[in-house]
Nanobody
Framework: QVHLVESGGGLVQAGGSLRLSCLAS????????LGWYRQAPGKQRDMVAT???????NYADSLKGRFTISSENAKNTVYLQMNSLKSDDTAVYYC?????????WGQGTQVTVSS
């Protein structure tokens, strides 16, 4: 079992920045994928970015250049640095962990960007 706890969400003005953190605890395997997804009201949950245990990253095309994912394997923590935020970035952001076909989700953290 894996437990994910997000932090760092909040209210920010357009053009500002936020850094989300997610701490994974429980049975963490060395080979894994960590990441962030987001879900805006009335929309589906979409991938924001993922990172493997080897550091390989993948981003939603529309977010490249503004968002950066990173991780500290020793701390089982993944981060999402979000810059130049726009009102369209308003959503609940969910932390994600996957290993061997199993997927786990955090409870989400709200990010609201005011224009």
């Amino acid at each position: 079992q894996v437990h994910l706890v997000e932090s760092g969400g909040g209210l920010v003005q357009a053009g500002g920045s936020l850094r989300l953190s997610c701490l994974a605890s429980g049975t963490i395997f060395a080979i894994n994928v960590l990441g962030w997804y987001r879900q805006a009201p009335g929309k589906q949950r979409d991938m924001v970015a993922t990172i493997t245990n080897t550091g390989a990253t993948n981003y939603a095309d529309s977010l490249k250049g503004r968002f950066t994912i990173s991780s500290e394997n020793a701390k089982n923590t993944v981060y999402l640095q979000m810059n130049s935020l726009k009102s369209d970035d308003t959503a609940v952001y969910y932390c994600y962990y996957a290993h061997g076909g199993y997927e786990y989700w955090g409870q989400g953290t709200q990010v609201t960007v005011s224009s």
